[in-house]
């Protein structure tokens, strides 16, 4: 079991619960989301409820995740988008602390279930189609017609423009689900690495600093990926969510 | 009576907009900061966001045609041809996101899809 680089995903049932046939159970996944959401806005609540004028340092963290997303979301779609801007703050912010809290040991990581990202995907992209075609009506299908092009070639350049938009939730979400596994595997083969090898003597100990090295690096790096991924997650929500706004002129 | 609130919130606007001002002249060089601080890490974003981009195209392009096949009983042409789309799709996701083809809002033009 300690050296098993995939036990750390294994998903095991806390309080068994089935609901017309449906299997409900509170796994330790959802535990982990519960967590990330109370942890989330427990921070956002109680650093921000002083509202003093000159922030405190942890008040600062807040309004400087707060005025981050805000600038992100602006740059990518206008101040038209801004209503999608508590969509975009809790995603980020969700993604952000699923992946911090993924970094402590023993911790499961919930973005490394691909049904996890793949949801929060679908439910992006299930607001741009609502959205675009609440707000354009058919005119948001411009979007896969692109103009100026030869009618010969215009049915098979939607086909590919359909399947492009297609492919987007799947892209979105396997890119922060394989970072997330892979990292959390690497860093669990390296660090198996030092205890099998300092089982082997002396000269297995002195060889053990190397991956020892390695995982404290990998570590770290793995922190940046976190954040980087989360960031990722939300610039890429932020232009899919522009195309809803504007679609094709 | 309504000209003094206005009065006020004239001066508010202007002196809002002279900070905004001020706080643009600064913000450059934290805008040119970023870039760089993504630089060191990006190969790795990059490469798995072609490939990702890539991939899913391809997936999807295959799913659909597999589907399609279902339906309309023609297999194997729909897999055949929905995977070729796919993987055109997939070379357009990515030229698309290294910037190299316009995104469609932003250059509608005659060039954009056969590039």
Same mark, same amino acid.
């Given at each position: 079991? +300690?050296?098993?680089?995939?036990?750390?995903?294994?998903?095991?049932?806390?309080?068994?619960?089935? $609901?017309?046939?449906?299997?409900?159970?509170?796994?330790?996944?959802?535990?982990?989301?519960?967590?990330? $959401?109370? $942890?989330?806005? +427990?921070?956002?609540?109680?650093?921000?409820?002083?509202?003093?004028?000159?922030?405190?340092?942890?008040?600062?963290?807040?309004?400087?995740?707060?005025?981050?997303?805000?600038?992100?979301?602006?740059?990518?779609?206008?101040?038209?988008?801004?209503?999608?801007?508590?969509?975009?703050?809790?995603?980020?912010?969700?993604?952000?602390?699923?992946?911090?809290?993924?970094?402590?040991?023993?911790?499961?990581?919930?973005?490394?279930?691909?049904?996890?990202?793949?949801?929060?995907?679908?439910?992006?992209?299930?607001?741009?189609?609502?959205?675009?075609?609440?707000?354009?009506?058919?005119?948001?299908?411009?979007?896969?017609?692109?103009?100026?092009?030869?009618?010969?070639?215009?049915?098979?350049?939607? $086909?590919?423009?359909?399947?492009?938009?297609?492919?987007?939730?799947?892209?979105?979400?396997?890119?922060?689900?394989?970072?997330?596994?892979?990292?959390?595997?690497?860093?669990?083969?390296?660090?198996?690495?030092?205890?099998?090898?300092?089982?082997?003597?002396?000269?297995?100990?002195?060889?053990?600093?190397?991956?020892?090295?390695?995982?404290?690096?990998?570590?770290?790096?793995?922190?940046?990926?976190?954040?980087?991924?989360?960031?990722?997650?939300?610039?890429?929500?932020?232009?899919?969510?522009?195309?809803?706004?504007?679609?094709?002129? | 009576?309504?000209?003094?609130?206005?009065?006020?919130?004239?001066?508010?606007?202007?002196?809002?907009?002279?900070?905004?001002?001020?706080?643009? =002249?600064?913000?450059?060089?934290?805008?040119?900061?970023?870039?760089? =601080?993504?630089?060191?890490?990006?190969?790795?974003?990059?490469?798995?966001?072609?490939?990702?981009?890539?991939?899913?195209?391809?997936?999807?392009?295959?799913?659909?045609?597999?589907?399609?096949?279902?339906?309309?009983?023609?297999?194997?042409?729909?897999?055949?041809?929905?995977?070729?789309?796919?993987?055109?799709?997939?070379?357009?996701?990515?030229?698309?996101?290294?910037?190299?083809?316009?995104?469609?809002?932003?250059?509608?033009?005659?060039?954009?899809?056969?590039?």
């Amino acid at each position: 079991m +300690a050296n098993d680089p995939i036990h750390q995903f294994q998903i095991s049932k806390l309080i068994p619960l089935e $609901v017309g046939g449906y299997d409900l159970s509170f796994t330790n996944a959802s535990l982990f989301m519960v967590a990330t $959401v109370v $942890v989330t806005s +427990a921070f956002l609540y109680l650093t921000t409820s002083s509202r003093s004028l000159v922030p405190s340092r942890l008040q600062s963290v807040s309004e400087m995740s707060y005025e981050f997303v805000a600038n992100m979301l602006r740059d990518a779609a206008g101040t038209a988008g801004m209503r999608f801007f508590p969509l975009v703050f809790s995603l980020f912010m969700f993604v952000l602390m699923a992946n911090m809290l993924g970094m402590f040991p023993y911790f499961f990581t919930v973005t490394s279930q691909i049904i996890v990202t793949f949801a929060l995907a679908v439910l992006v992209v299930g607001t741009v189609l609502v959205y675009g075609f609440y707000k354009h009506g058919f005119k948001f299908l411009k979007l896969f017609v692109p103009s100026g092009v030869p009618m010969a070639v215009l049915p098979m350049v939607v $086909v590919i423009e359909l399947i492009s938009f297609l492919s987007r939730p799947i892209s979105l979400s396997v890119r922060l689900f394989a970072n997330m596994l892979a990292g959390h595997i690497t860093l669990k083969v390296f660090a198996g690495f030092i205890v099998s090898l300092s089982s082997l003597g002396a000269l297995g100990v002195a060889g053990a600093i190397l991956p020892l090295i390695m995982t404290v690096a990998i570590t770290g790096l793995e922190f940046l990926v976190s954040f980087l991924q989360a960031y990722v997650f939300a610039v890429l929500a932020c232009m899919y969510l522009n195309d809803a706004v504007h679609p094709g002129h | 009576m309504p000209s003094g609130p206005e009065k006020s919130r004239d001066d508010l606007a202007r002196r809002t907009q002279e900070l905004e001002a001020k706080l643009a =002249a600064r913000n450059p060089v934290r805008k040119q900061d970023e870039p760089s =601080a993504d630089g060191g890490t990006a190969g790795y974003g990059q490469a798995m966001k072609l490939s990702s981009e890539f991939i899913s195209a391809i997936a999807v392009g295959a799913g659909l045609g597999w589907l399609i096949d279902k339906v309309a009983g023609t297999s194997p042409w729909g897999l055949i041809i929905f995977l070729l789309l796919g993987f055109a799709a997939g070379v357009l996701n990515v030229l698309r996101s290294a910037g190299v083809v316009a995104q469609p809002k932003t250059g509608m033009g005659p060039d954009g899809p056969d590039r």
